[in-house]
């Protein structure tokens, strides 16, 4: 089931996002990475500096995020020759660029794939914010990242990119009975009884594994030495990673305060003329949640761009308590949205892609051996 190739609500392509710098909507301290523009979002970059932070923060409708951190920053780091930060420190990064958004055009932010598998905690903040990673419809201003390194201490430098924003017209969500539709004509996600709801395809946890010994994921280790988050293959997988295997089991004891890389029962796919983002599933069902939501693009998983059979890594923490994720247990919803146009790119399609036709897969920053 395509959808119109031009709408009047929906995600901005690629070529709508070229637009907005050339008409002055959207600017940037320097020229644009030949990569930095993906088919339904825009990578940012950090800026020069960082600022160590007490604690997190939101601005309030009546603050812009500079004095917010004349009053909570505890020093400032230069990253203009790549810097150290530290897990369980909070850091606030003005970013490269910045917006003047049209009044019906809003936007959202998210970290980018690898930047969730390093287990990164970041988050985009806008003056007057009172959410995160929520750009409104209009806004005119600069942008700044928190980033706090989670599991393993990071370096970064000016240009690094952690985080992604997508900019959308409209109301483009798919409901339940569109969605439906489409899993019909495009197999959305490889199931033949796909479960829908919430405004959703749930996606489940794949333990029984792969290979002899049945690989079902990774845990990641403490006080490591640092990962370059611009470094692809640079770091040993068996120095930050402990694998995991079922042997039959088909379960998983989550511990609390582990970090866990473990991959979806099913593949995903989206169309060329949509765009997807997972959503935690609800937590009220158990004591764990995928641990960052996550922009899939427009050609994830589909076959003429090399994706058929891609599934979802997940990045997954328990809560208080320690807790048993069984095989096939539902952990997070694929929701779907239209693309106001065509993307002349499409994801995996000479884009430099890390995780098309995906596995279980680690970020591009480990090697085996």
């Known amino acids: ?7 009047s609500t929906g995600i901005l392509a690629d070529n709508a ?25 825009l990578d940012l970059r950090l800026g020069a500096i960082a600022f160590r932070v007490r604690a997190s923060f939101l601005p309030g409708p009546s603050h812009l995020v500079a004095d917010k951190l004349d009053r909570l920053k505890l020093h400032v780091i230069d990253l203009s020759e790549g810097a150290v930060l530290e897990t369980g420190c909070v850091y606030i990064v003005p970013l490269m660029e910045s917006l003047d958004l049209p009044a019906e055009l809003a936007a959202s932010a998210n970290p980018k794939s690898s930047t969730g598998r390093l287990d990164i905690f970041t988050r985009v903040i806008t003056d007057r914010a009172q959410e995160f990673d929520k750009i409104p419809a209009g806004y005119s201003g600069p942008l700044y990242l928190e980033i706090s390194p989670r599991t393993f201490p990071i370096v970064v430098r000016r240009g690094s990119r952690l985080s992604q924003i997508r900019f959308r017209k409209g109301k483009a969500l798919l409901g339940e009975s569109e969605l439906l539709a489409l899993h019909v004509s495009d197999t959305l996600v490889a199931s033949e009884t796909p479960n829908v709801s919430g405004g959703g395809i749930a ?8 290979g002899p010994e049945g690989l079902i994921g990774y845990r990641g280790k403490h006080h490591t030495s640092v990962v370059d988050v611009d470094r692809k293959n640079q770091h040993d997988i068996f120095d930050f990673w402990e694998p995991l295997f079922s042997r039959g089991r088909n379960e998983l004891i989550l511990d609390p305060d582990e970090f ?19 959503t935690p599933f609800d937590p009220l069902v158990g004591e764990f949640r995928v ?33 048993i994720l069984e095989h096939g247990q539902i952990v997070g919803r694929l929701v779907y949205e239209h693309m106001l146009d065509t993307p002349e790119g499409l994801y995996g399609s000479g884009l430099g892609s890390n995780y098309q036709a995906q596995g279980l897969k680690l970020s591009k920053h480990f090697r085996v051996g």
């Open 1 to 7: 089931m395509m959808a119109s190739a031009v709408r």
């Open 17 to 41: 996002i070229r637009g907005l710098f050339d008409s002055g909507r959207l600017t940037s301290e320097t020229p644009l990475d030949d990569d930095q523009i993906q088919p339904a979002s």
């Open 203 to 210: 996606l489940s946890i794949d333990l029984k594994g792969t």
């Open 260 to 278: 866990y890389i473990l991959v979806s029962r099913e593949a995903v796919h989206v169309p060329p003329l949509y765009a997807a983002e997972m």
């Open 291 to 323: 641990h960052y939501a996550g922009f899939f693009d427009p050609g994830f998983g589909h076959a003429p761009a090399g994706g058929s059979g891609s599934r979802a890594v997940l990045e997954v923490r328990s809560h208080e308590v320690p807790f």
